[in-house]
């Protein structure tokens, strides 16, 4: 069983940036791949980014590519997203999930494949 608890979201003018962080309890982080989701009011739960279990490879949806960055520190149970140049459309509650699974394209955007989910984290962008 693996617990996420996500934090560092809140309220920004556009352009500006934001960090989110996601811990998780348990001694086997390393073996998950991680991703963050984001779900707008209104829509459906989009994937935002991903990283493979050794964080070597990653992955971004073309909406965040170039502003976003995705990292993980395995020896702190911790996954962060780092977002620049936020604009409004980037208002969401922000997800972090593990998949159990090795890190494949394709699979790693499905939302159901995911094992662990945060609570999440409000990112609200507007002057």
């Known amino acids: 069983q693996v617990q996420l608890v996500e934090s560092g979201g809140g309220l920004v003018q556009p352009g500006g940036s934001l960090r989110l962080s996601c811990v998780a309890s348990g001694r086997t982080f390393g073996s998950y791949t991680m991703a963050w989701f984001r779900q707008a009011p209104g829509k459906e739960r989009e994937f935002v980014a991903a990283?493979?279990?050794?964080?070597?490879?990653?992955y971004y949806t073309g909406s965040v590519k170039g502003r976003f960055a995705i990292s993980r520190d395995n020896a702190k149970n911790t996954v962060s997203l780092q977002m620049n140049s936020l604009k409004p459309e980037d208002t969401a509650v922000y997800y972090c999930a593990a998949d159990s699974d090795a890190f494949v394209f394709g699979r790693i955007v499905q939302a159901p494949v995911y094992d662990y989910w945060g609570q999440g984290t409000q990112v609200t962008v507007s002057s």
């Open positions: 990283i493979s279990r050794g964080g070597i490879n990653t």
